[in-house]
């Protein structure tokens, strides 16, 4: 949200779905959405079998990539190289959108000169990825009438997660991809109101709305309604909060719908932290790992079938959720517990009686959501933002101002980003040479806790994927059991062959806490822009365990 | 539901009137007969047609005469071109029609099929003419129960294709099933018959979607219609948003005394057209099997 | 394209069968697989169909295994593939012997004695189907050998794959060709055989299509060439494009495969439609019992029809040409491929057909043994990869048929018929025949007659003179009726042969000449027997679509044997009548395609016109 925010203003990918079953080129860069954003997929799938291209740029050769025209199979985090190769060779085949770039961007000279050593060669060299492949995907990107680039966590879970995308957001805007129907630039989002936390202010720097904690307006604005005085200053991201707590400055924590216990990259550590905590809330429909550390645990409703309510999905769709089943006994809504807390902090005035009276008081307080009443929600099966009027509607897109005719309508121009390059923090060595990635699997969800209950037939467990001939040269069998270590910690796996990922290469996954703790092994590295951290690349070594271990599920982290 | 725009690029289309039961009837170029049907307010059976799918004319329940032509239409299928004259009503329908129900009725069970038993009334269909009942079942076989999750029970299975199109190129692109064998014969299976959790089927229950049956069913219906507590009038449905992924699905939740009996999403919205992924359509369990104080 | 592939393994045998047809093993799976996804299956997918024979002719079957390697090569899912496969008869998805005699169990062999062949067979190898043998029979719709029958085909699995027919054959034939092989079996009539009229020189006289059938060297393409062969193509060239297209249309030529469509309408509509590529299908399906025409001309001339399918690739713009062919003629195809070799080697195929600056070649697709391939919009999906059923028209194939592309389909007799009208111009061609119907036709001849074979007459012969013509019935033998246009047509009585042959004349006779098949029933046939027969056909042949024609099929055959076989109350044979009725208007009225909407003529005639069931349901 933060790269697109920087360059857009707003933080929201800027096309619809249905506009990827009409473009010329597809990029999912770094996203294997076949299995983590399935029905997005189905609008991929139409798209090309209307006849469009698709480039997957991923490390692995995904479920995705294998429905890719070409798989660009870089190593793990060199993107920028990749993107900026990319750049550089649309720029020198003299086939970027010099009215676009000229009349709608700014810094276009910077970036030029910020790309211009990488070279088709040198980015084969750093990035494993052939030249004729990187030249193809630059080219096609290029002379599309429209192209659209969808990314996923795999770009966004890295140490320098927001350059990532920047840099890619560079290429739709050297060629003009964005802004019109049927191109842009869309991340998909790894959970289903992620995008609505950020509409609603859930972010350290922004009121709901996207408005700015420093503009003195909009602040006022809100102070007024809610007859307070809000902190003119941005707040903290979950790692600098970490990190506040590790320095004890943060000494108390309210948990809502979180698991950090077991979500965060060395998982070993944050436990620790948090245990140092004076105080810490954990609300929540489960007793999850990190309630388990709780003083006190608030019972909470499942807020898509409990309780009434909205959220926003990757293309900026509002819409509505609705309670269909009575909740367990003791178990609230997230408002009401909330409403009840401010009760007792002794604001009796709070007063929301239904999640509608809180939705229009957010009407009125943010713009983009003023037209969206519930009754046009429901009727219109959601509604995109923005949408500031109760009768029609803008556009599918975003940012169609940059090709307004007139330069003064143009709004803010959206510079080029020139960010540098940087490897992996965590670096391959002879102790720790093969390269673990995270992801996620069809039938599973982040930590499992919801997903866990599907009798699922897919399910595997999880396990260490590697290449077969790889495995082969370490004298191990599919479905051994091994022992896995990076510079943090060690965990027990056993090994599954998958012939699509590359040598030196092993895939993980993060479904099974209980079980294996993959995030034991993972580098708590951050990006310092938006607190990700990098899941996506560690360093590890694959031993074969001494003895013939024992068949049963392994112990994590040991 | 009307979805908000969509296609702003698409030009306007031309209106094309043709004469239905006697009336003029203007619909939009590209509309189908049925479409026009729908507008004119006539009533056609369907079986094989699919709201969100292309048809593939195979069941032949909805055909009608169409002015100049040898045979009948089917109205689900075929354009209108202007100036067509079209009788949905006639000896010569109603009587394609019987036959397409009754030779269908003479050899699947239609028992759980939604329609079928008024348009058998409507039609006086008989299928037992063809002989005895039981006997002419003629692909009655054991319900296929291989997974948790859906099953298979391919005596109500009439052949529509459907399933088939959801879980192939129309939506889902896993072809895990497909039509096998030829004619009679022709029936619905993996390669050489190998059970679900041996094939491609990636269990988003796509093809549960569009059955329409009952041939496709969630195990927790099958489970309930075994035990006689499945109650179609005691059951709510509430539509919600999907709790996993940030892309946003809507979910129809079906609700029977507090609890989640399967799971649909709308055909007319424009995110799933009606499909979903294994985890928005059976991982609903987590709100109702743990213990969650 | 993340398809999931069996773990089951493929033997060497079907690895090296696979890459006979596709090339060297390409990496099939893995990080290091060949890039394309959906892009690059889409465009492999037609290479399906002769994988899947590569396969069975390898080792007799599908195996897990080799469907599973089919799959990973072509990027197909197994499921569809599998569908596919047992779509085809041809195809056997279960271990089976490698040597496999196809019985004739049809229409015109039945006259000719198949039904004793079939339990001498029996007596002597044993019940059909059997596993765990070196070679097992199985009954079999009409191999397209009528003129000889009883006929039996003999394949064997191997490196290469061996076919051979025998007939009229004996039951030690098939003992001998189970035990032995097809190569321990004699060789094969004379093509020229099947041509009655080219055994005298007034009967050769006649012929115009038939004529270099048993004269030409059908492996030479300078003896063609020495006999007027691509002097039509040359008279075609200086015409252009739109010459030959009117030539066409003024020679009022129709099409012979059975629907009678203009010719020249068609070249014209595909000739017209801007979009690019066009495709030209000849389809030698040639499947309907009795018809064995195309089959004789493919193997005794099959230049003519090479330079046949160039004409109307020049005129029409199709760039490519696929030749449809029945996959139980061993024989046509071994001279076609020859043929469409040669003519490419010798530049009458290729970028610059002729050097007159248009390029065309010709791909031969073999069928797999399925009927309903012959449709014209089946024959599509049959080409393309997929299960053949029949399309739903609109659009026609001149707008949207072979991978989408606007196609010409033409039987192979109608192609060939182009030749006269190159070198005579359409008004000469129109000369023949009559008015509505011109030029000469091939009609064959079959079932209980004194000569079976192909006659070449003139439009408005009467069905009495072919008759005649063919020696009628054999001595001592009365004829009890005629079957015109094949298992899809009708009878006529012994009383009602004196109408001329042509399609008006057939209309007005409430009949139909069909593919031109010419069936003769004389007193010692079981007209029961024949119709179950029929019957049983359509059942066998639907493709299972549609609900009219899948499951009306089946209760027709039902009512039919319960009606002459059931020793039964009058007044339940009555009910069955109604079924026979009601099923069969359905079936007319509302199947997708041809097959079902005729699936119930012939026996509807045999009730109306033969009375067949008269003393029965009383
Ligand atoms: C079930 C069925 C089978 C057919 N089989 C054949 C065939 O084997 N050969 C053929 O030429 N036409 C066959 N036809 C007719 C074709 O659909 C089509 O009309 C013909 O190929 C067009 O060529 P023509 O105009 O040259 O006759 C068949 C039609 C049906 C309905
Ligand atoms: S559940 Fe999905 S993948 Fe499985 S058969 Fe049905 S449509 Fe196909
Ligand atoms: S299983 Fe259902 S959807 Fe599939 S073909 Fe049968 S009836 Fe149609
Ligand atoms: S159904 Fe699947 S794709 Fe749709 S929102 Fe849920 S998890 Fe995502
Ligand atoms: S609904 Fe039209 S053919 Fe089945
Ligand atoms: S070959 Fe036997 S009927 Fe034709």
Known sequence: ???????????????????????????????????????????????????????????????????????????????????????????????????????????????????????????????????????????????????????????TEHHNGVDNVLSLINLNLLCGHVGRYGAGINPLRGQNNVQGGGDMGAIPNKLSGFQDILDDDARHKFEGAWNCTIPPHHGKHLTQMFESMERKEIRALYVIGENPAQSEADSGHAIHILEGLEHMVVQDIFLTKTAELADVVLPATAAWCETEGTVTNSERRVQRVRKAIDPPVGARDDTAIIVELAHRMG??????????????????????????????????????????????????????????????????????????????????????????????????????????????????????????????????????????????????????????????????????????????????????????????????????LQAPADTHLPVAGQ | MTMMHETPVALPRRAVTITIDGDEVKVPEGATILDACKVHGTDVPTLCYGDTLDPVNACRVCVVEVEGNRVLIPSCSRKVEPGMVVNTDNERTRHSRRMVLELLGSSVDLSAAPNVQGWMQQYDADPARFGDANTMRTVQQPVKVDND???RDYSRCILCYKCVDACGEQWQNSFAITVAGRGFDAHISTEFDVGLPDSACVYCGNCIEVCPTGALMFKTEHDMRQANTWNEAEQRQTTTVCPYCGVGCNLTLHTQDNTIVKVTSPHDHAITSGNLCIKGRFGFQHVQTFARD | MDLRFPDATPTLDEVQALDSVLGPSLIAEGWEREHGGAHRAEALRHRLLPSLHALQDRIGYISHGGLGELCRRLDVAPAEAYGVASFYAMFSMEQRPPRVAHVCADLACQALGAGALLDAVQAECGPPNQTGVAGAWQPSPCLGLCERGPAVLVTEAGAPAHEAVVAPAIATDVAVALRVGPRGLGAEAPVVDAVPQASSPEGRSALVLLKRVGVVDPSSIDDYRAHGGYQALRAAAAMGPSGVIREVTDSNLVGRGGAAFPAGRKWAAVAGQPVRTHYLVCNADESEPGTFKDRVII??????????????????????????????????????????????????????????GFAFDIEIVRGAGAYICGEETAIFNSIEGYRGEPRSKPPFPVEAGLFGKPTVVNNVETLVNVLPIMLHGGQAFASIGTPGSTGTKVFCVSGSVTTAGVYEVPYGATLRELIELAGGVPAGRTLQAVLLGGAAGSFVRADEIDFPLTLEGARAHNTTLGSGVVMLLDDTVDLPTFLRRIAAFFRDESCGQCVPCRVGTVRQEEALVRITLGQRPAAENVHDMQVLRDVGRAMRDASICGLGQTAWSAIESAIDRLGAFEGLSS
């Open chain 1, 347 to 544: 604001h009796p005035e709070w007063d929301y009686p239904d999640s509608e009276t809180i939705w229009n008081e957010l009407r009125s307080l943010s713009p983009m959501h003023a037209g969206m009443s519930y009754g046009r929600l429901e009727e219109h099966g959601g509604i995109q933002w923005p949408c500031p009027s109760n009768d029609t509607f803008e556009p599918s897109f975003l940012h169609g101002r940059l090709w307004a005719e007139n330069l003064a309508d143009r709004g803010r121009l959206a510079p080029f980003s020139p960010v540098p390059w940087a490897g992996p923090v965590d670096l391959l060595s002879d102790e720790f040479p093969i390269r673990l990635t995270t992801g996620r699997r069809l039938d599973s969800y982040n930590t499992g806790v919801q997903s866990g209950a599907i009798a699922s037939p897919l399910r595997q467990g999880e396990t260490l994927d590697l290449n077969p001939d790889d495995a082969m040269r370490l004298g191990i069998d599919e479905h051994e059991l091994v022992l896995v270590s990076s510079r943090r910690g060690s965990i027990k796996a056993p090994v599954r062959f998958d012939s699509h990922l590359r040598p030196g290469l092993a895939f993980m996954t993060f479904h099974f806490p209980d079980e294996i703790d993959v995030n034991v092994l993972t580098i708590e590295a951050n990006d310092p822009k938006s607190g990700t951290a990098e899941f996506k690349a560690s360093a590890i070594r694959v031993e074969k």
């Open chain 2, 149 to 151: 999750l859906y099953v």
């Open chain 3, 299 to 356: 193997e005794g001339d099959p230049f003519s029809l090479i330079e046949a399918m160039t004409i109307c690739a020049f005129a029409t713009g199709c760039e490519q040409g696929f030749v449809y062919l029945r996959g139980e003629y061993p024989r046509a195809l071994e001279h076609l491929q020859h043929a469409i070799e040669s003519a490419r080697s010798r530049g009458y195929l290729g970028a610059n057909v002729m050097d007159l």
């Open chain 1, 1 to 155: 949200m933060v790269g697109l925010a920087t360059v857009f203003g707003a933080g929201g990918g800027t096309s619809s779905y249905r506009e990827i079953e009409d473009t010329d080129v597809i990029v999912l860069w770094g996203s294997n959405a076949r299995f983590a954003h399935p029905i997005f997929f189905h609008h991929v799938l139409t798209g090309i079998r209307n006849g469009a291209k698709l480039f997957v740029v991923d490390p692995r050769r995904t479920a995705s990539a294998r429905w890719a025209d070409r798989w660009l199979g870089l190593h793990v985090g060199s993107d920028i190289a990749l993107a900026h190769a990319i750049g550089r060779e649309i720029i020198a085949a003299g086939l970027y959108h010099r009215a676009f770039v000229e009349g709608s961007t700014t810094g276009f000279d910077e970036y030029r000169a910020a790309v211009d050593p990488w070279t088709l060669e040198r980015a084969e060299a750093v990035t494993g990825v052939p030249a004729d492949a990187i030249r193809e995907l630059a080219h096609a990107f290029a002379n599309a009438d429209r192209a659209q680039m969808c990314w996923t966590l795999g770009i």
